[in-house]
T-cell receptor, first 111, second 116 residues
Framework: QKEVEQNSGPLSVPEGAIASLNCTYS??????FFWYRQYSGKSPELIMF????GDKEDGRFTAQLNKASQYVSLLIRDSQPSDSATYLC???????????FGSGTRLQVQP | DAGVIQSPRHEVTEMGQEVTLRCKPI?????LFWYRQTMMRGLELLIY????????DSGMPEDRFSAKMPNASFSTLKIQPSEPRDSAVYFC??????????????FGPGTRLTVT
């Protein structure tokens, strides 16, 4: 079992729809969770991070964390073609400063 | 803020040659991370430093790889000798770590390495 799992996609949504990206992790002691966006040929760019159970909203983005289910998600409202990218989920395991990344989900927003 | 700076952006070299990648972290950050990204393996941690000290190098593939951080504003990743399977994008990232908590990491633009 991978430490951080994501569906590779592609996830295709029409412009204006809500895109839902999901991630599960295996280490129950994980403490913090990050979502990065990576355009082709570019470096990962931090979108959001979340530490506590529940929802955290920032503009069109909402991160959701459920530690009991070891599940974290990212919702993108009013999806735009410019949101088309690979979204990486990353987890900060207890006692370890480095991040463990999932393999990413490719999102395609159709105009 | 200039962000994380990496050089060179692209490197093409022949098998057996030495390669040195460079990184300047964000000023004030005290943790620095080297990652490698390939299609097959995704983004994987090679090594990270905290306050210039290597903390975890378990991701370094083998003795051909070495990393140094002589001061808070500079780090190098060296591959000697290089092999075609080292071809990848190498990212440097930095963050602020305080009291055992690590905050968000910011990535540099990466170095695309091609070993022929």
């Amino acid at each position: 079992q991978k430490e951080v799992e994501q569906n590779s996609g592609p996830l295709s949504v029409p412009e204006g729809a809500i895109a839902s990206l999901n991630c599960t992790y295996s280490d129950r002691g994980s403490q913090s969770f990050f979502w990065y966006r990576q355009y082709s040929g570019k470096s990962p760019e931090l979108i959001m991070f979340i530490y506590s159970n529940g929802d955290k909203e920032d503009g069109r983005f909402t991160a959701q964390l459920n530690k009991a289910s070891q599940y974290v998600s990212l919702l993108i409202r009013d999806s735009q073609p410019s949101d088309s990218a690979t979204y990486l989920c990353a987890v900060n395991k207890a006692g370890r400063r480095a991040l463990t990344f999932g393999s990413g989900t490719r999102l395609q927003v159709q105009p | 803020d200039a962000g994380v700076i990496q050089s060179p952006r692209h490197e093409v070299t022949e098998m057996g040659q030495e390669v040195t990648l460079r990184c300047k972290p964000i000023s004030g950050h005290n943790s620095l991370f080297w990652y490698r990204q390939t299609m097959m393996r995704g983004l994987e941690l090679l090594i990270y430093f905290n306050n210039n000290v290597p903390i975890d190098d378990s991701g370094m593939p083998e003795d051909r790889f070495s990393a140094k951080m002589p001061n808070a504003s500079f780090s190098t990743l060296k591959i000697q000798p290089s092999e075609p399977r080292d071809s990848a994008v190498y990212f440097c990232a930095s963050s602020l770590t305080n009291r055992g908590l690590t905050y968000e990491q910011y990535f540099g633009p990466g170095t695309r390495l091609t070993v022929t």
